[in-house]
């Protein structure tokens, strides 16, 4: 009788044990298909913060287009009115604050923006903007080293 009751005992803790293993596994993989679905959120917000960013730019250089030649032709900042020169200013630091978005974003959206793509633009832009380079290099350690090297690169090639 007693060596029926401990086999009852036995099997009882061994189902027992079944049982949990079978609930931590079912526990184990909705919280990975929770973690799958959270990285695939964060990599779509940040496609979607950097891609509002690029708007901003686009939306910018749409309302002052007075604007566009300091980054895109090369223009220096000679003797323009008070209120360009703020304009521009204020221009040049949304252009950088944009640029360090991307830079901290543009590993997390690989597959729908390659980074070479972003870095040619930025050298792009760089390339053709001394004001925005000597800008940059004046508040440098507002940005990312990473940015920072990325206009170095422009202006050096």
């Not at 009852?8 to 803790?13: E, Q, R, T, Y």
């Not at 079912?26 to 960013?53: G, I, K, N, P």
């Not at 220096?76 to 040049?92: F, G, N, P, Q, Y």
């Amino acid at each position: 009788m007693y060596e029926a009751l401990s086999l009852v005992i036995s099997l009882a803790g061994f189902s027992a044990v079944i049982v949990t293993l079978s609930i931590f596994l079912r526990q184990t993989r909705a919280m990975a298909d929770q973690a799958r679905l959270l990285a695939e959120s964060s990599r779509r917000d940040s496609f979607d913060r950097v891609a509002a960013q690029a708007f901003v730019l686009d939306q910018m250089f749409l309302e002052y287009p007075e604007v566009r030649p300091y980054f895109y032709e090369g223009r220096s900042l000679t003797d323009e009115s008070d209120v360009l020169r703020h304009r521009i200013i204020a221009a040049a630091e949304t252009v950088l604050d944009v640029f360090g978005v991307i830079v901290l974003h543009r590993e997390r959206f690989a597959e729908v923006w390659s980074s070479n793509t972003w870095d040619e633009y930025m050298r792009h832009v760089f390339a053709r903007s001394p004001f925005l380079c000597s800008y940059l290099r004046d508040v440098h350690t507002w940005f990312s080293p990473e940015l920072v090297r990325l206009a170095d690169e422009a202006t050096n090639q």
